[in-house]
């Protein structure tokens, strides 16, 4: 049967798509928002973003308690860890926001269609709820954002107990002795730390020959030292040949990447981290004309739109970063063109974070890809040790490095390693949206003490000119 025709449906209730969902209700479009969970959020607020931070920030607080308090003249006794107390909140955190969002989704009269949805036709969207029953919903038009899946090895089955993928390293029972992280990005490193912090051997084996390889270099390297010094191994430029499990865990066979002899490695628990996929499957794209690159990803125009008039396609599921942010810059820009408006994205300016300690936080180009490119660009570095802020907090790990134009002093990108480093990449952001130069930022008062005043540095850096260095 066909039920009531909307001006939009959205196939999705992740951040892009409930994003995109609460914008198009303010413009006044009739939405309704496809979503196979029982909750809101998708995988970022149920099982990605928000509850790995809620463990990083509990398991820095017990870190903190455990080793670095007495610094500052606070005595504590043993200290203990809840682990079942940890992740309670973790899931309590959680559950508030996602109820946050239903009561956006009622204040903006958005109606919520629960179930799998496919797209039968341009206008068309079948939902088969859990029931098996099916419903047909007809509309203007159709916005697929339903995100990405994790990736796995071949071969290898994750059973979310003791070979994980992220949602099972979100819940793990108890902290395991021996943690085998496979893949050295931003997530490995993330879930990584907490049960670091907690007690567990964390040895992170990565393909290539560097951590986090899509952001500058020379950070990259400085993360690395930072978290060899807190007690990871790396296995780098090694490849991962099998997986098998044991009476006490798994036994992973590895090798250098480019062959050679092979080497055991035990671990209670493996995480299997190296990287995510379009999620597509179901949505019935190859029988309504829909294109998709050799990735998976689905093909679209300057506007969003698929190769099917009326279809259109934001976040994960499309080219480019897989960030929440991202994915809710281009839902609002999707539904404001759809309006009739003139929006934009720099994806230039789109920061991305890793939220160990010390965070790293990058925006706009690297080094390597402003010499990739033959750009000739200006330095400007600036140590949070000569930070007064990181001295009286105890945070001077890491530096701020700002690349500029050598000709015109444009800023061309941002590259952060030290505390709060995902918050104070804003600034930045903020400035390469505006085509400020290395000296718009330089000559801006910022407050003393702040941990900013080491972007203000590092922008005078870039003329020779920095104070406290």
Not at 210 to 225: C, H, N, W, Y
Not at 246 to 269: N, P
Not at 382 to 398: D, I, M, V, Y
């Amino acid at each position: 049967m066909t039920t009531t025709t909307f001006d939009l449906i959205i196939i999705g209730a992740g951040p892009g798509g409930y994003v995109a969902a609460i914008r198009a209700a303010q413009l006044g479009m009739s939405v309704a928002v496809v979503e196979k969970r029982a909750t809101l959020g998708g995988t970022c607020l149920n099982v990605g973003c928000i509850p790995s931070k809620a463990l990083l920030q509990s398991s820095e607080k017990f870190e903190e308690a455990a080793h670095s308090l007495g610094e500052h003249g606070v005595a504590v006794g043993s200290v203990k860890l809840d682990l079942a107390k940890m992740l309670a909140r973790k899931d309590k955190v959680v559950g508030e926001l996602t109820k946050g969002i239903d009561f956006l989704f009622k204040k903006n009269k958005i109606t919520r269609v629960l179930g799998t949805g496919k797209i039968l036709a341009a206008g068309q969207v079948e939902v088969t709820d859990d029931k098996g029953q099916k419903t047909v919903h007809a509309t203007k038009n159709i916005l697929i954002a339903t995100g990405s899946d994790v990736l796995s090895l071949p071969n290898v089955t994750v059973d979310e107990q003791v070979i994980v993928s992220s949602t099972g390293a979100l819940s793990l029972p108890k902290v395991p002795e021996k943690l085998l992280v496979i893949g050295g990005g931003y997530i490995g490193l993330e879930l990584g730390s907490v049960w670091q912090r907690l007690g567990a051997k964390v040895t992170v084996v990565e393909y290539l020959d560097r951590i986090v390889p899509a952001m500058d270099t020379e950070v990259g390297s400085a993360l690395q030292k930072v978290l060899t010094k807190q007690g990871f191994t790396f296995k780098l430029s090694t490849k991962v040949t099998g997986i098998q499990k044991t009476k006490k865990g798994a036994s992973v066979t590895v090798e250098a990447a480019s062959g050679g002899a092979a080497e055991t490695l035990d671990a209670d628990v493996v995480l299997i981290s190296i990287g995510r996929k379009p999620y597509t499957e179901g949505l019935g794209l190859e029988a309504v004309g829909i294109t998709t690159d050799k990735r998976g990803c689905i093909e679209v125009d300057g506007h969003f739109q698929t190769a099917v008039k009326g279809i259109y396609a934001i976040g994960d599921v499309i080219a480019g970063a897989m960030l929440a942010h991202k994915a809710e810059e281009e839902g609002v820009v999707c539904v404001e063109m759809m309006a009739g408006q003139k929006p934009h994205i720099n994806y230039d300016a789109i920061p991305g974070v890793v939220y160990t300690h010390p965070e790293v936080a990058t925006v706009g180009k690297t080094e390597e890809q402003l010499k990739a490119a033959g750009v000739a660009y200006k330095v400007g570095k600036f140590p949070f040790l000569a930070n007064s802020r990181g001295k009286a907090t105890g945070n001077t790990e890491g530096f701020v490095k700002l690349l500029a134009d050598a000709t015109t002093d444009t800023l061309l990108g941002a590259h952060i390693i030290g505390a709060d480093a995902g918050t104070l990449i804003a600034e930045v952001a903020l400035a390469l949206e505006f085509g400020a130069s290395a000296e718009d930022v330089a000559r801006t008062c910022h407050a003393h003490p702040t941990l900013n005043e080491a972007v203000k540095e590092a922008a005078l850096a870039v003329d020779g000119r920095a104070i406290h260095i």
